[in-house]
């Protein structure tokens, strides 16, 4: 860190020594078992919230968990990175919806150049406008929430429950509330596919992927994701077979 030239001499040390002696424990940082703990008790509540219909305190819970694994796997690696791309993930979802026709309005009265002007997302100016329609910029603002939100919570199981829960809501609020919430599904499917990709071998969101692919009409899709499932268990079930064996037949190895 530069010197700080409004501090004095001693300010400046002690500052480097208050820098330096920095650690989880002296500063309250929970520990990774602290916040597993923690995660999976806001996401038991929203659950419950979700059950009440409470669907959008449902929602906070679940965004603060992802915020706070975020927070905390960024403190560990001393850049923002996560945290950056769970705000930049979840403005493209909100973002994205600009791109939809309301009322009596047509897609084709839409003027992308007016609504991507306002928007604070960088892949909005990155995108030639000529030719290119709503729903594909709606199409390229969800792509891309995916990939973000799923950063910000790789490789985290409760960050993966998290997003698998989030898609289940907004599932929910399509079924019951489609008036209100007409892109919920659109935000279910983002939703499901980004714990796919923070967690491939989270394979809770595949049924929920097939019903909303199949009612979108992707019956291929469908297919292709069930048989990657299918091949996952399959091979995990080998591997844990083989743990077995290993130890029935080999157990001086384990020793």
Do not use: W
């Amino acid at each position: 860190m530069a010197p700080n030239t409004n501090f004095s001499s001693e300010e400046q040390r002690l500052l480097q020594a208050v820098i330096r002696e920095i650690t989880s424990a002296s500063t309250g940082v929970f520990t990774d078992a602290r916040l597993e703990q923690e995660a999976k008790e806001k996401i038991s509540e929203a659950f419950e919230l979700a059950n009440r219909r409470a669907h959008y305190a449902a929602q906070q819970e679940l965004v603060e968990v992802m915020r706070m694994i975020s927070q905390a796997k960024d403190t560990q690696q001393g850049e923002p990175v996560r945290t950056f791309a769970l705000a930049s993930g979840l403005r493209a979802l909100d973002e994205a919806e600009d791109f939809a026709p309301h009322g009596t309005q047509l897609e084709a009265e839409l003027n992308l150049r007016v609504f991507t002007a306002s928007h604070r997302m960088q892949i909005a100016k990155e995108v030639d406008h000529q030719g290119v329609l709503p729903q594909q910029m709606m199409a390229i603002y969800y792509r891309y929430a995916q990939l973000k939100v799923a950063l910000s919570v790789a490789g985290e199981p409760a960050g993966s429950m998290a997003l698998h829960t989030l898609g289940k809501i907004y599932r929910q609020l399509g079924m019951f509330e489609p008036q209100r919430h007409l892109l919920a599904t659109r935000r279910a499917i983002a939703y499901q596919q980004a714990t796919l990709l923070a967690r491939h071998d989270n394979y809770l969101p595949a049924r929920q992927m097939a019903v909303l692919l199949a009612d979108a009409g992707h019956l291929a899709e469908v297919q292709e994701l069930l048989t990657q499932v299918l091949n996952f268990l399959i091979l995990r079930n080998l591997f844990h077979a083989q743990a077995i064996l290993n130890r029935i037949c080999c157990p001086q190895q384990l020793k």
